[in-house]
T-cell receptor, first 113, second 114 residues
């Protein structure tokens, strides 16, 4: 049981490049989330999904896109990377809604130079 | 909309001393409250949560928190800390109705000194 798996762990992008952060969970969780963590700022929600085919914006969605074609996978797409997107990105999942425990991946550290 | 404030960004404490990490929330409706811990270079893990019932909640690793509705607080406590408790701690809140995801505080870095 791997839990929540994120790839890659580290990535350096040039301004204007695009990339996809991968997130997969093997716990059959309905809810999945993408957060970004900046020093001293806590976690900010980018996008979330309550099930396959359903996604919704969080607090900071600009510059990102997501899709949820399967229960297991929830990739995060960065189009036209900007220095402001330098951050640590965490994917999380939960079986149910807001009262449920979140399971986090180990994170992707992204630098945009 | 709900919000959460962690009153201390850093808390240094000597090993075997007690510690309290403070969290206040703001919401006009009933809430669920959580504490998560993040060890270096790892994702977050749930320490404990308050949904309803007893206001004193016990979690993993000897931590506990008390929900105080009148003071809108959910402070985290441990009577005796260990070096291994050095980590960042996040308080989080969500309302119990609707579809609003968790809102996290900015975190408190606990440093346990030998």
């Amino acid at each position: 049981n791997a839990g929540v798996t994120q790839t890659p762990k580290f990535r350096i992008l040039k301004i204007g490049q695009s990339m996809t952060l991968q997130c997969a969970q093997d716990m059959n969780h309905n809810y999945m989330y993408w957060y970004r963590q900046d020093p001293g700022m806590g976690l900010k929600l980018i996008y979330y999904s309550v099930g396959a085919g359903i996604t919704d914006k969080g607090e900071v969605p600009n510059g990102y896109n997501v899709s949820r074609s399967t229960t297991e996978d929830f990739p995060l797409r960065l189009e036209l990377a900007a220095p402001s997107q330098t951050s640590v990105y965490f994917c999380a999942s939960s079986y149910g809604g807001r009262s449920e425990k979140l399971f986090f991946g180990s994170g992707t550290q992204l630098s945009v130079l | 909309a709900q919000s959460v404030t962690q009153l201390d960004s850093q808390v240094p404490v000597f090993e075997e001393a007690p510690v309290e990490l403070r969290c206040n929330y703001s919401s006009s409706v009933s809430v669920y409250l959580f504490w998560y811990v993040q060890y270096p270079n790892q994702g977050l893990q749930l320490l404990l949560k308050y949904l309803s019932g007893s206001t004193l909640v016990k979690g993993i690793n000897g931590f506990e928190a008390e929900f105080n509705k009148s003071q809108t607080s959910f402070h985290l406590r441990k009577p005796s800390v260990h070096i291994s408790d050095t980590a960042e701690y996040f308080c989080a809140v969500t309302i119990i109705t609707g579809n609003t995801p968790l809102v996290f505080g900015k975190g408190t870095r606990l440093s346990v000194i030998a």
